[in-house]
């Protein structure tokens, strides 16, 4: 059944996006993430223009996010403090990032900042994901025990001013790299079109030592809150979220991740590291070798002023 | 009063149709003279139909008639970018605007151009999007360039791989030598807009007369409800679909409550 899509201005089969919905969604709840580094591709590919693909994903993300945060906030297991200094640093970051979208748009580079963004940040997080799963699988086999890292040990940045105590997380750190952390969380999920789930988690508990039990309430309430200020910007700016989109891809990914977390609970820690690291890598991988095999059309059109 | 401006009216039209009288006239019309977007639109395709009208003062032709159909969207105004290879990857470099050119564009005729007009004389009326004048942002100024400009003729390519650019030799038919039809294809992604339709009817390569029609494609209901608030309350638009991403996500999260 094909359905007319009002902004992106084409018709799609509604029961192709519901199950790029689903199947996503259910990848985010195996993993505890938005997904969107998934579905702004697919979106992509499905022939949608990527400026509309961007814009509408972070609806989508913000959607199965509030449906992590309504249950992670019945297990009080989200630290409402850490999250609105993240925010301070998130919304800057956020508005700087749908400028900067605006503008590329303008010079005619856009594809390429989402296409080299993607390749860079994906490739190498991807890798670190994927070295850092087998070592551990390998350590595990090998039967070594497994090295923990001391509760106290400090890195340079513990020394920055401006400290705070974060009581639910039960950390004592410099306000400064929290807020760094939000805005460039703010700042790639503008212009990339994701949550940064993926990155975000690993970004608190190694960088500032928050527990892993608040550790992803914390992170979807910040996707949550980024990906909604994303939404209103670009739909100010820009005019480009697709609310018929989105709301199909939000009713298969609600779905597809209860699903999915279901799925995730009866795996290895490890195991689902790995699993992410290789779908992480391998994305940023499809973008590189667009980048660098020679296009089948060189040439592309975008209308610049007309009708609709 | 009305009446009275009716009648000025119709006579300075008929003073107008007469020095015209001694050749034929186009009646048309439409199937529909609105095409509505809806939640289901694939495209469509409209049919144009009329009669070569004669009166007693036509002259005798040898030949039979035919009819050349141009249909243009609204003009508007665009971008074509070419890819370069730049330390190693693909990056949009040089790239020409085109200014107020149709957004669609069909040409639609009973046999080829080539056939019913000479090369000279369609290029002069603009038969064909080759043909058409397609100016280019040059400076401070526009202006055509040469017929075959790779910028020029990528942008002819993209739009009709879209099918936004049209050229059927066997869209007109003639039901009897006086009775003509037309069928317009109105692809998916058409933009909205009125659409200006110009008849040319010739006979023995020479153009007899031409005539206008016109039909509007717009968003209908909830596609234009959608569309239109995007566009004129973005603020409101965008914050209506984040309380519509929290109702799912809330939705879902009490559907599938486990505790």
Redesign the interface.
């Known amino acids: 059944?094909?359905?007319?899509l009002?902004?992106a201005?084409?018709?799609v089969n509604i029961f192709v996006v519901f199950a790029m919905g689903l199947a996503v969604g259910f990848i985010s709840g195996m993993f505890g993430i938005g997904g969107g580094f998934l579905m702004t591709p697919l979106l992509i590919f499905l022939g949608i223009g990527p400026a509309v693909a961007v814009a509408t994903v972070s609806?989508?993300i913000?959607?199965?996010?509030?449906?992590?945060?309504?249950?992670y906030w019945?297990r009080r297991a989200l630290d409402l403090q850490l999250a609105a200094m993240l925010l301070l640093g998130g919304f800057v970051g956020t508005t700087a990032g749908v400028w900067l979208f605006t503008y590329l748009r303008t010079l005619?580079?856009l594809?390429?900042t989402i296409s080299?963004s993607y390749v860079i940040l994906l490739g190498s997080v991807g890798g670190l994901m994927v070295a850092e799963a087998v070592r551990a699988i390998l350590r595990s086999r090998s039967g070594k025990p497994v090295e923990l890292r001391r509760g106290g040990s400090h890195t340079w940045f513990h020394g920055l001013p401006l400290k705070l105590r974060f009581k639910q997380s039960r950390i004592y750190v410099s306000t400064i790299p929290v807020w760094t952390i939000g805005f460039l969380m703010g700042f790639i999920g503008a212009i990339m079109g994701i949550g940064g789930g993926f990155l975000l988690v690993p970004m608190l508990i190694y960088f500032l030592r928050v527990p892993t039990n608040v550790v992803i309430g914390t992170s979807m309430l910040l996707t949550l809150v980024t990906m909604?200020t994303a939404?209103?910007?670009?739909?100010?700016?820009n005019?480009l979220?697709d609310?018929?989109l989105?709301?199909i891809l939000?009713?298969g990914g609600?779905?597809g991740?209860?699903f999915g977390a279901r799925a995730g609970q009866r795996m290895r820690g490890e195991r689902l590291r790995l699993l992410l690291g290789v779908l992480v890598l391998a994305v940023g991988v499809r973008f590189f070798v667009d980048?660098?095999?020679?296009?089948e059309?060189?040439?592309?059109?975008?209308?610049?002023?007309?009708?609709? | 009063m009305r009446s009275a401006a009716l009648t000025i009216a119709m006579a300075a039209l008929a003073l107008a149709a007469a020095p015209a009288a001694a050749a034929e006239r186009l009646v048309s019309s439409l199937s529909s003279h609105v095409i509505r977007i809806t939640p289901n639109f694939v495209g469509t395709q409209l049919v144009l139909f009329g009669i070569v009208e004669r009166d007693g003062t036509s002259p005798q032709r040898h030949g039979s008639y035919d009819i050349v159909a141009t249909v243009k969207g609204p003009p508007e105004t665009l971008v074509v970018r070419r890819k370069e290879r730049i330390v190693g990857i693909w990056v949009n470099a040089d790239s020409r605007t085109f200014v107020q050119v149709p957004s669609y564009l069909a040409t639609l005729s009973n046999r080829p151009i080539e056939s019913i007009v000479s090369l000279d004389l369609a290029r002069r009326l603009q038969l064909g999007a080759r043909r058409t004048l397609l100016p280019q942002q040059i400076g401070p100024d526009t202006a055509d360039v040469v017929r075959d400009d790779p910028f020029r003729n990528s942008f002819l390519r993209l739009k009709e791989a879209r099918r936004l650019y049209v050229e059927q030799k066997d869209a007109v038919t003639f039901l009897t030598p006086i009775l003509y039809s037309a069928t317009i294809p109105v692809p998916a992604g058409v933009p909205t807009g009125t659409y200006n339709i110009e008849l040319k009817l010739f006979a023995d390569g020479a153009l007899i007369t031409s005539g206008t029609e016109a039909f509007d494609i717009a968003k209908f209901g909830f596609e234009e409800f959608v569309a239109e608030s995007a566009v004129e309350h973005g603020a409101l638009y965008g914050f209506a679909t984040v309380m519509m991403a929290m109702l799912t996500g809330w939705l879902a999260s009490v559907m599938f409550r486990r505790d």
């Open positions: 059944m094909e359905i007319y009002p902004i201005g084409m018709p609806s989508h913000a959607a199965s996010s509030f449906s992590g945060v309504v249950t019945r005619g580079q594809d390429l080299l909604a939404t209103i910007l670009h739909s100010i700016t005019h979220v609310a018929i989105a709301l939000m009713i609600v779905m991740a209860q980048l660098v095999l020679p296009p059309d060189p040439y592309s059109i975008r209308m610049l002023e007309g009708p609709q």
